[in-house]
DNA sequence: AATTTTCCCGCCTGCACTGT
DNA sequence: ACAGTGCAGGCGGGAAAATT
């Protein structure tokens, strides 16, 4: 007999049979009519050329087929009422999925660190990739599925079917050498016109909040270098007498690596959030969801 | 070409009844 | 008392048609 000619369901009517001993029985058991259950016998009869249950008196005795039959029922039974549908999915305990990150450099030297310490405490098989795609293939690569989750600062991210937590908010500082000879210890609006400034022009875009604001007050800098990496700054910074404008945990980040000055920025800077993305297809998924929560309750300042 | 909608056929169920 | 059968109604699945 071919599997698609049995239908599952009347395992379970070959099981409350064989329990029973009764096709009323049976009925009540299963919360089907006694009507329904006897179909259901002679449905099992069918498939598998044996009455399996013959009524000697008021009792239905299986047949030896029936005997072999029932403990070898019982077993599928149990294996899809337990290991089918009490699938949870997932369990980080165990998991060696690889997750891929779309982060930006100074992202990875921001948030990886933590957020691995964090990963491999409670999954440490997992394996992680982090990618630095274009705006323009951001989108489809998150909806490909191709990148997890997107953490940073993501303005392109605007399309329909995707989902976005705010996990913090940052705003900009300046950096510069400590002995750069036209800062002295407090940063003022002329210094900063008057400084030669270099600027990182990467995938994230945050810089053109700075230049947007900068044009709406009226202030003219002169960038003589741009740069596609935060992390050039590590080095050229304490060598010239450039200054950069960048996010706060840049400066921080860039001044745990080399010995330079973060400076208040002589006017109110623009503050932006730091959101992390996912695409609908991962909304639901218990590993997309656990991954989302660690990365929540790492960098947000109300997380736990 | 893929997805959605519509329609038809077959199966399941409950009721009523007969058989054991 | 309980198993089994026939019948009618309702529902679901699959195929075909329509739509995007």
Request: aromatic share 10%.
């Amino acid at each position: 007999m071919d599997i698609k000619e049995l239908d599952m369901n009347l395992l379970t009517v070959f099981d409350a049979l064989f329990e029973t001993g009764s096709v009323t029985m049976a009925s009540k058991q299963l919360e089907l009519s006694q009507p329904t259950v006897s179909y259901g016998l002679a449905k099992l009869r069918e498939s598998f050329n044996d009455p399996l249950f013959i009524r000697i008196d008021n009792k239905m005795q299986p047949t030896p087929r029936a005997v072999i039959m029932a403990p070898q029922v019982k077993r599928v039974l149990e294996i899809v009422k337990g290991d089918l549908l009490n699938f949870s999915g997932f369990d980080p305990a165990t998991s060696a999925r690889e997750y891929t990150f779309c982060m930006s450099d100074i992202g990875e030297v921001f948030f990886l660190p933590p957020l691995i310490r964090r990963i491999w405490q409670e999954s440490p098989l997992t394996r992680l990739r982090t990618v630095s795609p274009p705006p323009s293939a951001l989108t489809a690569a998150l909806e490909d599925g191709v990148i997890d989750l997107a953490v940073g600062y993501f303005p392109d991210l605007r399309k329909g079917g995707f989902y976005q937590q705010q996990l913090f908010e940052s705003t900009f500082v300046c950096i510069a050498d400590r002995n750069n000879a036209g800062i002295r210890a407090k940063l003022t609006l002329k210094s900063y016109v008057e400084a030669a400034h270099v600027t990182v022009h990467f995938e994230g875009r945050s810089h053109e909040l700075i230049d947007r604001h900068l044009h709406t007050m009226k202030v003219a800098r002169r960038v003589v270098l741009t740069v596609p990496h935060f992390m050039t700054l590590v080095e050229i910074i304490p060598q010239t007498d450039l200054i950069a404008t960048v996010p706060n945990e840049v400066a921080l980040q860039i001044a745990k690596l080399n010995d330079i000055a973060i400076y208040p920025l002589p006017f109110e800077a623009p503050a932006f959030a730091l959101k992390q993305f996912w695409h609908k297809r991962n909304h639901d998924d218990p590993a997309n969801q656990w991954l989302r929560n660690l990365v929540r309750s790492t960098f947000q300042p109300d997380g736990d």
